[in-house]
């Protein structure tokens, strides 16, 4: 059995509140690395096409209310 299924079982066998703590765990941390990842692209230049964009959209009059 791989690592990666005897952590599937142990998941499976938790008790409820163990499942619900171990869930928001996962969802905390999946949003931390997603916020790393941003972070990382912005200060490497990969979103600043999205700044270019908005401002031609500024420039157009064409920004969309949200």
Request: charge should be negative; glycine fraction near 2%; aromatic fraction near 10%.
């Amino acid at each position: 059995m791989s690592n990666v299924e005897e952590i599937k079982a142990a998941i499976e066998a938790l008790a409820e509140p163990d499942y619900v703590q171990l869930r928001q765990w996962f969802s905390e941390r999946d949003w931390e690395r997603w916020d790393k990842q941003i972070e990382a692209d912005s200060k490497s230049g990969k979103l600043d096409f999205l700044i270019v964009e908005a401002l031609e959209e500024k420039t157009k009059r064409t920004l969309k209310e949200l």
